[in-house]
């Protein structure tokens, strides 16, 4: 594990750029990047956008979805889909052919089509206070998990639907990449900003690994990057977690 | 995660140390490898001895241990040391400075040295009937653990006890790289032959990965190569399982 | 460069083989390996055949002919394809979705169509007694040449001649991936086995980069394996080449 | 070979130095780049050092010369190192214990110490008008030359000669790495900026390899790419050269 820890969330968001980038310059065959959408990422979208947008150097970048809240009855995209397409796919102009869409209808072919692709070779994923990735929530996904449907119950109903307007949207149900797929790519990258995340970032680091907090898991992968500024890393009681071990 | 299903147990072993010397010829740098002793590696070394004996080419492969039961109180190398040295070290004429050896009073250092020399390449393993890997048994280790001391219940030590001929050098102790110093090579190569590992090997591919079988953690790997025989591969009962996914 | 020295021919066939097999069991993804027919590599293919044969685990092996002396005004095979064909492709049982011909008509799309497969991973070539490697013979490729027409003049119709039965056959031309396209390769290894390969090797280690020796230019690739035997390698003066540099 | 274009030098030094800190963030084992003085790679170090200074996390980065024209009976530093100070190390707060000098007095064990060190991971480098790079330049070395020593003959010193303040400064020799020292590296980044070597970026992309051009034997590396803007670009004829083949 290498921990990477920067000023500031500016600089959290150009140093897991130039990762990604690193991963579009390794090579001149398909590269596959499973990102996040929601807020932790913004920074990164922000100061990634113009080094991709338009450049026919970087036509080779594949980006998928690793998890979705679809809209009950509706053939709208859902949740995850719209939210990358605003803050990176549009903006930066992706073409649709290498944008890789998972939905709440194909995702028990993600990961066969993932390999098919040649796998990921890296993701890039938040964590959440609660411990989760992905939607690997506490007590939804087990660890034999590929990508799966999370049926909800009606406590996450009402979490999820904050993100609808309509009640009728919200679904039953979420699809995830379960553990299994996630610790199936070549590299993960996790990034974490602000106070708000420092509590989870000293357990993530300094605590066992739990089903309690699923991101744990992730410290098993021998290939994951921890990227946080200073405000997250400011509960970390133990300094030896800098740098790489 | 690779499945690969051999006729026999001569067609592992030569399987096998293809995929170390695949490891080897990748690079002119040094390789590390971790390397099993006991009765499933035998072909592999047998096949392995002549390929690598007297062969300068061959000079930038290093070797460790990953576990070690030490004599008590006594200056002897350990039983898995001792094993290692007849069945692979001695016969290929591995110079010493290659060996690496890991063992009672120096495994605190083991991930640390093993980092420094560059992490490792590879790592050669077996599975128990029990599902334990390396000194990973049901019950000792934590998914945690780097490399770690277990201390021995008098089960335990009657379990051990039958590699010595002296009671009184049988340890309290025996030393072990845990969970999360294996997951962190590039690549793990679990190797089962016979109808004896048949239990398992259906256990570990079709089952839950679990606490009590605890080489299912290694399924997590996103570089793991599973070789076996057709006897060890009798009890599956889903062909999905061969080939690659 | 790394320069292998082998004790025998025998030896130089599965070194060479290994580090083939070295390729196939790197990734899970298809493999491509350029290689030679003619007799250097018969001990090779020797080898490799039984280890290939039937094995579901190597199907994402594929295997390109880098040359090809056409049958003038014939449907028929050309030379080198049929050599492959009889002296691996057939007793290996590779399937005919993994052979992928380079003949008189098609040779102008060779470097993009390997360019769209992933390029080669590894080229497998001997040297000839005159310095030629793969068509790259004196006097013929320049070295900015990718896959191209060599014209014969009477000389070379002459020694392309001994290959057929019927003078009608003999082409006026055959085809071969140029210099460029086989630098572009991510590994070469060269094969020379035997007291007539002695000289060639010596000049080819000990002499400068000329065109009047074409395969001089293939020490300046950054991931060139020598292999040779010890007659081949019997007429070197200079121990330091033995190794790695 | 991946040739680049990018909209303005602000632009290439940006692109540029994405690939270099991709190479440092690929690995936590040390990376070696061997880096150019001079004033096209201005850009990408006014990029760079605020991305590397002070970073703990790319204290992995070692950095190395690949010429020098050395003080004549001094022991300053010579230009090249003198100017990589200014331009970059200094700026970059770049560990003495990361900066590797070559000069006039320890050239020979070059290729060596790089070789020990691991071999390079990329050599970011200019082209001359002339199409030398490093100090290769028309007539000086041989395509065989590893790091060498050039011995000046009165043009060269006068050419020389603009570096230095005192004519008895002037030097009778500079050294460089030759063709097969920077063909050995694994990955090479040549960049050219601005009208100025437009008319050199289009003999290098569209003429013949020639020792005339020397720079032009870079197209045979397996894993080159090329970064230009505009108006480097702005007298290619072919427009296929743009992008990856």
Redo the contacts between chains.
């Keep these: 594990m290498?921990?990477?820890?920067t000023e500031n969330y500016e600089e959290l968001g150009?140093v897991a750029s130039?990762?990604l980038?690193?991963?579009l310059?390794?090579k001149?065959?398909r590269v596959n990047l499973a990102i996040t959408a929601g807020t932790t990422p913004v920074e990164v979208y922000r100061y990634l956008i113009p080094?991709v947008k338009g450049k026919?150097?970087l036509s080779h970048a594949h980006f998928y979805n690793f998890d979705e809240i679809p809209y009950k009855e509706s053939q709208r995209e859902g949740i995850t889909m719209s939210d990358l397409r605003e803050l990176f796919f549009k903006p930066a102009a992706i073409p649709e052919t290498s944008i890789h869409v998972l939905d709440g209808q194909n995702y028990q072919g993600q990961?066969?089509r993932i390999?098919q692709a040649?796998?990921l070779d890296g993701v890039l994923l938040g964590i959440g206070a609660d411990g989760h990735y992905c939607g690997n929530l506490p007590g939804t996904t087990?660890?034999?998990d590929q990508t799966t449907k999370v049926i909800c119950d009606d406590q996450m109903k009402a979490r999820i639907g904050r993100h609808f307007e309509e009640a009728a949207d919200v679904p039953d149900y979420y699809v995830t990449m379960g553990?299994?797929s996630i610790?199936?790519?070549?590299h993960l990258i996790l990034i974490a900003n602000g106070k708000r995340k420092a509590d989870i970032m000293r357990k993530f680091l300094e605590e066992?690994?739990s089903l309690a907090l699923p991101a744990t898991?992730l410290?098993?992968?021998?290939?994951l990057?921890v990227i946080m500024d200073r405000e997250a890393a400011s509960d970390l009681t133990k300094s030896d977690e800098?740098?790489?071990?």
Excluded: C, W
């Design positions: 290498r921990v990477i820890v150009k130039q990762h980038l690193g991963h310059f390794s001149q065959d080094e026919a150097y990961d066969q390999h040649g796998g087990t660890i034999d553990p299994k610790m199936a790519a070549r066992e690994i898991i410290k098993l992968h021998p290939n990057t800098l740098g790489s071990n």
